[in-house]
């Protein structure tokens, strides 16, 4: 999947989810995520497609079959990236698949990780109250 083919398949899902067919937008993802190319795009532009989809304002609050397969799908890309990078950011949206996933224990060991990378770098920043947020509400 070349980086054009990406930002078309990422168009193409934006578009399902606009008209309210979040299961293929889902489906769209988990493709996404699946492919072995996906895990050869630069870090930036894997952050880019995974808070896309994690991190969207119109989820539905119950996890449906669909969510759950894109949320496991995007598992290996984002325990790569938080291996790497140590990336506060990748920590939440680590903590938040597992999270979808049901695994509450292992969200809350990784949002305190990435808690303690962000206190370290900036005490204060919002990434900080949302971490903990995420915490608390576990």
């Known amino acids: 999947m070349a980086n054009e083919e990406l930002v078309a398949a990422v168009k193409q899902i934006a578009a ?3 008209v309210g067919n979040l299961d293929q937008a ?5 493709d996404i995520f699946s492919s072995p190319v996906f895990m050869t795009y630069r870090a930036e532009d894997q952050r880019q497609v995974l808070r896309l989809m994690i991190l969207a304002k119109n989820a539905p ?8 397969e894109a949320h496991q799908a995007a598992v290996p890309a984002l325990t790569e990236l938080v291996s790497v990078h140590q990336e506060p950011a990748d920590h939440e949206m680590l903590g938040i698949c597992h999270l979808i996933l049901g695994h509450e224990q292992s969200a809350s060991t990784i949002f305190r ?7 370290e770098r ?17």
């Open 16 to 18: 399902l989810a606009r």
């Open 26 to 30: 889902y489906f769209g993802y988990r």
């Open 61 to 68: 609050r119950t996890p449906t079959a669909s969510m759950i």
């Open 113 to 119: 990780a990435g808690l303690n990378l962000e206190r």
């Open 122 to 138: 900036s005490p204060g920043s919002d990434l900080c109250g949302e971490l903990m947020k995420r915490i608390s509400m576990i």
